[in-house]
Structures are given as structure tokens and as C-alpha cells.
């Protein structure tokens, strides 16, 4: 595994996307919701708490009425206004509204983040984007989908299928290539714990090209500081690719790919027989776009 080891060019991009289960974690940037085809500048949401709205309750409205305006479960409302009276609703109430159901609750000193994942029962890294990548862990963040209430069951991550009419066609790389870092839980390079994987990470021949793997728009492009060249394409049914460790782009943001079409090349590695390509499927979800295992959907990709 030596692409892993002491070169920071080299072996900087399979640790930092992933989240570590010990005490510490590496930052990664996300791209996070987003209209398809619609080109986007960041890649790391807001935090979800930063956009909690406020309502103020006019005359005649209802709990029930409220939450429906929002898209919301009642319960989520009356988690997030722990103080307020369902039965006492009165006009000019201000209720704290989330973006999406969950509930907000308080850190304590030394927690991880694969701490809170065993709490309640979410992907570490789901919780770290839907809190803005944050570089050091937050007093208080927002859980999504966890409601504290009997009878309300928490929110589910929609689970991976594979569709008759799959938008994922291709193959990343114009040759087949080695998967050197699988999707989720990995034994870290160098130390002696585990780290989420969003993605897989492909040693490859030294003059790859990288391809796009189904038709899209190019959501993304741009340098980023734990990917270096980063691309992002947009596909249909709620399909994203990510592309790193990439050089010599052929395509700009808005722009329209083909499956098989060459939008870059893999970067090479120290020695001059090879080249490295990160590659990430995701679906859009309520909770953002959510990192998927790209075997499920490129069978060349699974790991047999």
C-alpha cells in the first residue's frame, strides 16, 4: 500500500474522505443538495442548524398545519420547541422550524462522530455533512430522521437498488484498474483503527483517462484542498458522480456529458508505471446526497 504512505500528493486523498471511528477525523468537502443539471460553487453544506427558520403562529393555525407547511412531522416541531404547548397554541407563538425532520441535541466533550453514529443508529458521515464538515465537533448538532416521541419511527436512509433503467452505464477509467481502498469501513493506511471510505480509490495504468460513467451535467469543477481537481456530474433519477485525483480536464461546469465521454486524466503516482482515481457514486435524498457503494451500481466495481 505504499500510495498511502509518507507522500502528501499521494497518499492524502483515501484518508480524507473518509471518517475515522477513533478519537480523531479528517474534514472532507461534500457537494450537498442541489437542483440537477444546476452547477454548484460549494462543497460542504451549511450546517443544518445555520438554517433553521422561525414561524410565528397566526390565528387559527394548527400544529398539524404548521409542520405540513414545511414538510415536516409535528413531533419534529415540538422537539425542536421543547417549551411550547400543543395544546395551548396561541397567535405570535415563534416556533424554530429545521430543514428537514430531526432533532437537535447537545455533544458532549470527547464524543466522536462514530460515537453519535452507534447512538442513533445513522452513517457517521451523514451526520458530519448534514453538520457542515465541521474541522473540530460542535457542541450541539442536528440528527436527522430522530424524533423522541412514542410511536414515531426515525427516518430511514433509502436503501441502494439496482434499476432496470440505471443512469451509471460505464466505467470510470479507460482501463480496468486495481481497487486499492473500498467503499465504508477500512483499516487506516498507517494507524491502527478503522475510517469510512465515501468512496473506492483505483490504481490504475499510467495514462488512464477518466470517463464518465453515465450521460449528466457537470455539476462541479474545481480545486479542493483534501481532492485537489475535483469533478462532480449530475445524472438522471437522482444519480451523482465525484471524481479526484484527476488532472488535464476536458469539461467545464453546465456542461453536458455521454457515458464513456473522457473528462480528465488520473493523476500519476510517484512511481512512473501508474495513476491513481478516486471515485464516489451518491443519490439524492432528503438528507442530502448520500454516499453509495459504487459496486452496487458498476459491477466492475464490486469486490469480489
Known amino acids: 500500500m505504499k500510495h498511502w504512505c509518507s507522500i502528501k500528493r499521494y497518499s492524502l486523498l483515501p484518508v480524507a474522505i473518509a471518517i475515522s471511528i477513533g478519537s480523531g477525523y479528517i ?20 450546517p443544518a442548524l445555520s438554517r433553521i427558520q422561525t414561524h410565528q403562529v397566526a390565528a387559527g393555525e394548527t400544529l398539524e398545519g404548521i409542520a405540513a407547511s414545511y414538510n415536516l412531522l409535528p413531533v419534529t416541531l415540538l422537539g425542536m420547541n421543547p417549551s411550547f404547548q400543543p ?68 427516518a430511514e436512509l433509502p436503501s441502494a437498488e439496482r434499476l432496470d433503467n440505471d443512469p451509471l452505464t460505464g ?80 469539461v467545464n461546469a453546465g456542461d453536458r456529458v455521454s457515458a464513456g465521454q473522457t473528462i480528465a486524466s488520473a493523476l500519476p503516482n510517484a512511481d512512473p508505471v501508474s495513476a491513481m482515481l478516486y471515485f464516489e457514486v451518491r443519490t439524492n435524498s432528503a438528507l442530502g446526497w448520500v454516499a453509495r457503494d459504487p459496486g452496487d451500481y458498476i459491477p466492475a466495481l464490486a469486490v469480489r
Open 171 to 250: 466505467y470510470p477509467l479507460s482501463e480496468p484498474a486495481t481497487i486499492v481502498m473500498n467503499f465504508g469501513w477500512q483499516p487506516h493506511p498507517d494507524r491502527d483503527e478503522l475510517i469510512f471510505s465515501n468512496g473506492v480509490t483505483l490504481d490504475g495504468a499510467y495514462r488512464s483517462t477518466v470517463l464518465a460513467v453515465g450521460e449528466g451535467t457537470v455539476a462541479y469543477v474545481g480545486e479542493e484542498d483534501t481532492f485537489g481537481t475535483l469533478i462532480v456530474i449530475n445524472h438522471a433519477q437522482g444519480f451523482q458522480t465525484r471524481y479526484a485525483y484527476i488532472r488535464d480536464v476536458q
Open 87 to 154: 395544546d395551548a397554541l396561541t397567535s405570535g407563538t415563534m416556533l424554530r422550524i429545521p430543514p428537514f425532520n430531526g432533532i437537535e441535541v447537545s455533544v458532549p466533550e470527547g464524543t466522536t462522530w462514530d460515537d453519535l453514529a452507534t447512538t442513533y443508529q445513522l452513517r457517521a458521515d451523514i451526520l458530519f455533512e448534514v453538520n457542515g464538515c465541521p474541522e473540530t465537533m460542535p457542541s450541539r448538532i442536528f440528527v436527522p430522521g430522530v424524533n423522541w416521541f412514542p410511536g414515531i419511527e426515525s
Open 27 to 46: 474534514a472532507p468537502k461534500t457537494v450537498f443538495a442541489g437542483s440537477l443539471g444546476i452547477a454548484q460553487s460549494s462543497l460542504c453544506p451549511s
